[in-house]
């Protein structure tokens, strides 16, 4: 079939053999239409997809040759031999073009690809009726897999080079520019008859139908409404009525288009869940959180705990189906300006799969941007506009479901989904849920049961003395009336956190209306001022959302920022962000018994406090930390965040705090602070070790449950009442919402916050922002599709290898009892040799002569003798090898 040409010319042989192809195909009555067959040669528009006359199909055969990779007929009446070779049944009576695509192995990877895109439905129509525009894109593609690059490239196709191309510019963060170039050099440099790509919008027309649906929605300028559903032919805001569109400059001109003032960017999330059960690369993962083992006692992922479980019992006929999605969702805002440019907020909304193993759930790959709320407003309460076609959604996929192809089971199956919580910081608390994160009554938890009360002097809400009706009834510091408020004992207990059905009865009863509603915005403005609930959250429209156990959480991440920016600042005395100056001890002698701590009546001063540093304690400290190493990739350089001249610390990132507050803490305060200060923000710093770690366990949660109340009274007994905000009381329910939900690395921000830096990368045209936010993570979803299908020599972001790689961990060769000379070391630098001195030479034959004592206690001196000439040499090489390349010369010595 592919020897067409010999010696230039055409062979007899494949002439023999195409006048046997022209009268088998002719006895196959489903190839043909009329007197027509259906083609089967190379040429672009034909390759099995058009019918033509004998002598045409005949010509095109002899001129372009057959379509590649066309071995078994199956178009052309050889279909039972078709599924022998594959291994299907004789039995099918299907023979149309999709039978290879549907259930065949691919020897290409990129048909694959191409047919796990277009998913289980895509079939080639055998009409002559031209498809339609998205079936004709998967055609084109289909067509790209099989055609070289240039003739006789071997290496690539179309298809693969684009693929590839595209890939780099995603993943390096090109410009549309500078990919034009690149792609004009290489096709310059290619043989003239080469089909590589001129530009990038060539590319991205080739790749189109590899990406998925993105729906634009027009919106108020003022975030009242959208205009979608049935209100999509409205001309002016039922709210505020403020008009759609912008006004035309020319009223004359009918052929202008309407330019909207406002509109957001809609991502469905249906067909991106589809596609995570098209291909099989990612298919077999999506049911990994039902056939992982575990402990009875142990979490490290969310289907592990008890939210989880409780969910599955409410709702059995959802869990019955293992493979129906859970789903997280998080918000936050950015400045895609920076913090010195122009004002403008943007507030994306993310959807992650908790189907998918720890190691891959939270990664970019898998987050799903679903919608891009228009800036530069912050969307505050209206947030809940913006939501609506995505709630709208998953109503659909929790009530009726969408039948999806599973390429590992190779079946179809009805796949339903559900929203198990949302994930914000404290500020975008009360944008999801609905509960204010201001006043006094801002712990979610707690709710009207705080104590929180307002600091005469200080003016601000204070937390202090509101955590003794944690600890148990009969505790000491209950009874206490002189180290945290004068003369006041504490006998009530906290009240358990309410359930879904009673927070959405109250909420009821109390007549919030959601904000989409036209007369919400006043009806809740006057309601909220006499409770905390600012709106009813557009989330209680799920059916099963009043049923879960945690629906919004507290990020770990900003509280353990916050609290440590606090302590350091108080500790450091840092001018302006200190909890300790003239206002927080005039309210301390008011509100506390500390004479120790009142001003000097003689010098009008205030004595120096046992918790913060003197100026030496303080410059020990900035020494020790700006020459403080770290192992590569921990943290980031902490010697950039310290001032020797103020001797403060500015600038630390979250992680900074993170690795400060678990690690460096205990060890930095040790001899600087007193026992009384030092031994409560030490067991603090262990809470939030245990509280951070990958894998808990439900009784050490329950453990730590009962002991932050007791570490925070410590802190009250220490320091004043104004360094008590509320991210000092949040921790007390931490512990309670890891023991609901699971390990707080698939509940906190840290791989949010990640994934916004990527997407603020993105911005290229400041003028669109969400368009230009949304035009590439289009291109990155498409190329990360494709790396899946790359060859396994290609590097992607899928396949990049950490940045701490071992070279070895075999121990096969190690005698010792020290654990960091059990692995191979790498060579720091430029290496070096030098010879033993004579001291060194003769320790490292000491050395080696008790290891051969130890090993045989039968060896002579004279077989020593023999060894140490013979075999010493080659020990001492795998000796300083094994233990560590860097350090083995001091090792030995």
Known sequence: MYARLKDGLLNHLFLEGLNEFIAAAKQFPDCLNGELIRCPCNRFKCQNRSFEDESTVRFHLMKYGFVRDYYVWYLHGEIQNYNVVHGRSNDSTDNTYNVEYQYGEFSNAYEQLVVDAAGPSFSPSISNEPPNQSTQRLYDMLAAVNQELWPGCENHSQLSAMARILNIKSEHHLSERCFDNICQFIKEILPTDNLFTDNFYSTKKLLEGLGLPIQKIHSCLNGCMIYWGEDNELLRCKVCDHPRYKRLRDSQSSSKTQVAYSKMYYMPITPRLQRLYASNATAKDMTWHANHGTGDDLMHHPSDSHAWKVFDNNWPHFSAEKRNVRLGLCTDGFQPFGQSGQQYSSWPVILTPYNLPPWLCMKGEYMFLTILVPGPRNPKDKLDVYLQPLVTELKDLWDNGVETYDAFNKENFNLRASLLWTISDFPAYVMLSGWSTAGRTACPYCMEDSDAFTLTRGGKQSWFDNHRKFLPPGHSFRRNKTAFRKNVSVTKKAKPPFSGEEVLKQIDELGFKRVIDEDAFEINFRLSKQCGWRKRSIF???????????????????????????????????????????????????????????????TGRY???????????????????????????????????????????????????????????????????????????????????????????????????????????????????????????????????????????CRWMYPFERYLRRLKNNVRNKARVEGSICNAYLVEEATSFCAHYFESYVQTRHRKVPRNVDISESTENYEGNLSIFMQSGRPIGKGTTRYLMEDEYKAAQVIYIDQLRSNDPMVNDSQIDIKLESEFSIWFNNFAHNSCNNISNKFIT
């Open 540 to 602: 209680w429209d799920l059916p099963y959302w009043k049923s879960n156990l945690i629906r919004h959480n507290l990020d770990v991440m900003h509280i353990e920022k916050n609290f440590f920016e606090n302590i350091i600042n108080t500790i450091m005395s840092v001018e302006g962000k200190t909890k300790d100056n003239a206002k927080s001890r005039a309210d301390l002698n008011v509100i506390c018994n500390r004479p120790e701590l009142e001003m000097d009546q003689v």
């Open 607 to 745: 004595s120096k406090a046992c918790y913060t540093l003197d100026k030496q304690s303080k410059q020990v400290l900035c020494d020790w930390l700006k020459n403080l190493k770290f192992p590569d990739g921990y943290v980031s350089n902490m010697g950039r965040c310290i001032d020797m001249k103020k001797l403060k610390m500015f600038g630390m990132k979250s992680h900074d705090c993170h690795v400060f507050m678990q690690r460096i803490m205990p060890i930095a305060f040790r001899e600087l602070l007193p026992s009384n200060v030092w031994q409560p923000l030490t067991e603090l710093s262990n809470f939030f070790k245990e509280l951070t770690s990958t894998t808990i366990s439900e009784s050490d949660m329950l453990q730590l449950h009962g002991e932050i109340p007791l570490i925070i009274c410590k802190l009250e007994r220490v320091f004043p009442p104004s360094f008590f905000d509320c991210m000092e009381h949040l921790p007390v329910h931490l512990a309670y919402e890891a023991w609901l939900a699971s390990p707080v690395q």
